[in-house]
């Protein structure tokens, strides 16, 4: 059972606050989140379906900021959350119905597979400037990149922001703004669909939840504004050095 001091509530603030920020701008964020919250002694599962509410919440914040600055790309977005969607909703049951025994080291296998791809392959995610973004129809092999990262992201969440930058920059070649926008919100879609799974199962533990929301929400906040202000080739640094940040505490938590 976990103990809650000013500690742990510190930790959870302040790595909930680095999450938030590291979500929005590239991702990866949960790579500190899942470990925070193991250390205080939750289970596997009951850490991956605690960290879920941190994740929506910042989700919800970054969504409204994008799209008050104009930078949510609404047409595309119906048809890349339908896609998604259904992922998440699979991979969400398959982690709630997993043998808590299995989900740890799948939980930690699939962060450093996924930390490998992303460290080996970054240029995949960041199309040169003016590439006109290409629709979902006129971009089919997308799909199956979008599924995955929905699937995943209901899994397991850390580092499914790759996956998404994967397929919305590299397979839909949109900028890196607007595919963190449209990032972000398919995250907030699915992990809506994995929170009502978990809650289903009674899964969560609201007060570190909700603490480690706070701390995200306000890392989503200044990470939306610094991501509107940045230059593309700012924006392909820092989603760079994420990777390499994201690898390394997939590799050694």
């Not at 596997?44 to 914040?61: E, G, K, M, P, Y």
């Not at 490998?116 to 003016?130: D, Q, R, T």
């Not at 839909?172 to 809506?192: E, W």
């Not at 480690?212 to 593309?232: D, E, F, R």
């Amino acid at each position: 059972m976990y103990e809650l001091s000013l500690l742990t509530v510190s930790l959870l603030l302040v790595t909930g606050f680095l999450a938030g920020m590291i979500n929005v701008l590239a991702g990866g964020g949960s790579n500190l989140t899942l470990p925070a919250l193991m250390v205080m002694g939750l289970p596997a599962d009951i850490a991956n379906a605690t960290n879920r509410v941190s994740i929506f919440l910042q989700s919800v914040t970054a969504v409204t900021g994008f799209h008050k600055h104009g930078k949510l790309d609404m047409p595309d977005l119906r048809k890349i959350l339908g896609v998604t969607v259904v992922g998440g909703l699979f991979g969400a049951l398959t982690a709630s119905y997993m043998p808590q025994g299995l989900l740890k080291p799948v939980l930690l296998s699939a962060m450093v597979i996924m930390a490998g791809i992303i460290l080996f392959k970054p240029s995949a995610v960041a199309p040169p400037e003016g590439t006109p973004p290409r629709g979902l129809t006129d971009s089919p092999s997308s799909i199956p990149l979008l599924l995955l990262a929905g699937f995943y992201g209901g899994f397991v969440q850390a580092g499914v922001g790759f996956i998404l930058i994967a397929a919305i920059a590299g397979g839909l070649r949109y900028d890196l703004v607007r595919t963190n926008a449209l990032k972000v919100a398919c995250s907030l879609a699915f992990t809506a669909i994995a929170l009502l799974v978990f809650i289903a199962n009674d899964q969560i533990l609201w007060v570190p939840g909700l603490i480690l929301a706070l701390g995200s929400i306000v890392g989503a906040h200044m990470a939306v504004k610094i991501t509107i202000n940045l230059s593309h080739k700012a924006l392909k640094w820092i989603l760079f050095v994420m990777t390499i940040i994201a690898s390394g505490f997939a590799l050694f938590s």
